[in-house]
């Protein structure tokens, strides 16, 4: 059945369907031992239609026939009844040519052996900690898009998370992350053995004084800030009066050696596709260039509402960047940590903001925090908060490490790809938490 010609016939102006068919194994563990084994066969269809500029979209998961018309028909009759949108004007033109993105699909994670994965991953752990926990995913999917306006595409994909935390006691913990999109560049020794490491490390913590200090941020807690720095570059988020980026374009928003950008198409990026959610193209787009904010994420509608090109970012609803990037420093984290005084933050949590408008939020640094002196560790730190202002954060990162990593930040808040090094941040403010 031609679903897009069906939703045209009855009345519907612009329609976007999106079959998603696929595989996601789920191996989860705590107290060393393997609990859960899970296997989730995927089939949905996100269908996305217009009407007279009304915009309605919807998610199902019984794929037959009778039921995807249905759907259809009742968001038609609901879209008569909501307001039009003014500041919709359609979806992108077809047809486009795609160019494949390398290391997106690696067969070998079809049929990957998880157990052994998490097995490798908590024996590392565990040559430091007594104690483990976490969890990892796979994903084998395929995507197909169609649209009124004639675009037909498809591509394969896999992908693979991992995620351990390590105990020696309640307060002494450490957290350790990675992912990717080819088995290649998966090291589950690694991920665990940092993750232990940390775990020792975080011996007997004590509270320190609330005040401004300097801070060396692992490339786990730099993503979740990153991630939503990404986020708030949606022009979706900047008309909505929920970025700290709005009316920015043009202006100094960070320190002259922070870059960041979003590609949707690099090489093993987590989320690479060579389509974005109405099926242009992906590109690269650089948010901020050398300190001064460039660009907005937009798709085709909110772009041609501003009269330029789309950045390749649709949600149709929402755009949203793909894969965010940290231009890397030109020093090793070694020499990063070097002569260095202040506190080193592994992981955060509770990321929440009272002012999106001006940037203010806080967070809770979690597991390893260690107070620096001279480069070496002068004792484990605990119950402290970050109270800060994001665009502060931005100006006073003053260097950045030269490997980064990619991470997938762990928890729910921000599920935004981030390939990022260890960031140096001065002047930090530093509060006390209870939790």
Known sequence: MDFIKFALKNGADDVVIEKNSGETKQVRFANNNIQIFKTWNILNYKIFLSYKKRIVNTIIFDPSEKNIKNTIKDLIKYAKFIKPNQDYFGIAEGPFEYKKIPKVFDKRIVNADLLDI????????????????????????????????????????????????????DDETGHSASCSRNLSFINPEKVGKKAGEISKLAKNPEKIKAGKYDIIFDPLSAANLLSVVGIFSSIFYVDS???????????????????????????????????????????????IDEGFLKNYLHNTSTARKYKIKTTANAGLIVPYP?????????????????????????????????????GDFSTIPRDGIFLIKNGEIIKSIKEIRISDNLQRILENIVNISNKPEWIIWWGLDFQIPVFTPYVLVKDVNITQSTM
Not at 245 to 266: M, P
Not at 325 to 351: A, H, Q, R, V
């Open 322 to 358: 793909r894969n965010i990037i940290l231009k890397k420093g030109k020093i090793s984290k070694e020499k990063l940590f070097e002569d260095f005084n202040g506190l080193y933050i592994t992981n955060i949590w509770y990321t929440r903001f009272q002012n999106y408008l001006k």
């Open 241 to 287: 009066g929920m970025s700290f980026l709005r009316n920015k374009i043009g202006k100094k928003v960070a320190n002259n050696i922070v870059t960041i950008f979003d590609n949707g198409k690099i090489a093993n990026g987590y989320h690479s596709t060579s389509f974005d959610d109405e099926g242009v193209p992906t590109k690269k787009t650089v948010i």
């Open 118 to 169: 998490t097995e490798s991953m908590i024996n590392s752990a565990l040559e430091n900690s007594k104690n483990t926990a976490g969890v990892v995913y796979t994903d084998v999917n395929e995507r197909e898009l169609k649209t009124s306006t004639n675009i037909s595409v498809s591509e394969k994909a896999t992908s693979i998370k991992l995620s351990i935390r390590a105990f020696n006691k």
